[in-house]
Every structure is written in structure tokens, then in C-alpha cells.
């Protein structure tokens, strides 16, 4: 059941990992300066988003494309239970792999929102969807699937 991780696996650590260290720096520089000048931000997309600045855009960023992903990082490399388990069993696959497809779910819907109110022509978005598409092929790769189902009696 602890056999060794397939490439696609230790892919998906690494791309987890990147995913949530720049998760945890972009939402630090927004909350530490709302007005996202920090990461090139010029001051017209403030007035289009709801909020008027970035903090809550920040927080966002250091929770959930941060810590939850260097989280996901954690159960990806180790396939602990920790408090998990039961996430683990109705599903048929280790709580990771469904948080990292949940995970997908949330950058699908972030880039809907983020084109309606500012449009997506910003660096940072080109290599979230690139990093996103590389965690998609990662997780949907046979022997990761296996990996994470083998203690589930799925595969």
C-alpha cells in the first residue's frame, strides 16, 4: 500500500508545492498592500472589483491557494489520514486527490470571475492556468489515480 510514488505523483507534490508558495507570497503582498501595486497592479482594477482593494483578494489567495494547497502538498507526498479518512472512504480515493480536484473546481470558477470583473490579461493569471492545467494532467493521470485509489479498492 506504501509502494513507491509513481512520476506523476511526485510531479503533483512539486506542482503543488510551487502552487502554494506563491499562493502564500501573492496573498501576503496584497494583504500587506491592498492596492496590489506590490505586484504590478495599476490603480483602474481596484475600481473594478467589488471590494475597492485587494486584502480580501489577498486573504483568498493566502488560505486557500496557499496554505490549502501546501496542505494538499502534505497528503499528496505522505497519503496520511490525519482527520481525513472519512473524506478518503466515501470517496474511493485519498482525500488529497479530492482536494486537488476540488481545488480545480475553485481555480475554474476564480478564473470566471476574475475575467468578468478584470479580464485575464495579467502574467500571474497566464501561469495560474498554466500551473492549473498541469496539476489537471497530473491528477488525471492513470498511475496517480492508482496511487491514491490503491487503499480504497479502486484504481
Do not use: C
Request: no cysteine; proline share 5%.
Amino acid at each position: 500500500m506504501r509502494g513507491s510514488r509513481p512520476t506523476a505523483v511526485k510531479a503533483l507534490f512539486v506542482l503543488e508545492v510551487f502552487f502554494g508558495v506563491l499562493g502564500v507570497i501573492s496573498g501576503l503582498l496584497l494583504m500587506i498592500d491592498p492596492s496590489g501595486a506590490l505586484i504590478g497592479f495599476p490603480p483602474s482594477v481596484a475600481e473594478s472589483i467589488p471590494f475597492q482593494n485587494f486584502f480580501l483578494v489577498g486573504l483568498f489567495l493566502f488560505v486557500v491557494y496557499g496554505l490549502y494547497v501546501l496542505f494538499l502538498a502534505y497528503g499528496t507526498w505522505t497519503r496520511n489520514e490525519l482527520f481525513l479518512e472519512r473524506i478518503s472512504k466515501v470517496g474511493g480515493i485519498h482525500w488529497s486527490w479530492q482536494g486537488a480536484a476540488a481545488l480545480l473546481v475553485i481555480l475554474t470558477v476564480w478564473l470566471v470571475v476574475e475575467n468578468s470583473l478584470i479580464g485575464l490579461d495579467y502574467p500571474a493569471t497566464y501561469m495560474t492556468i498554466v500551473l492549473g492545467l498541469a496539476i489537471f494532467l497530473a491528477l488525471v493521470m492513470p498511475s496517480t489515480r492508482k496511487y491514491f485509489s490503491a487503499a480504497y479498492g479502486r484504481a
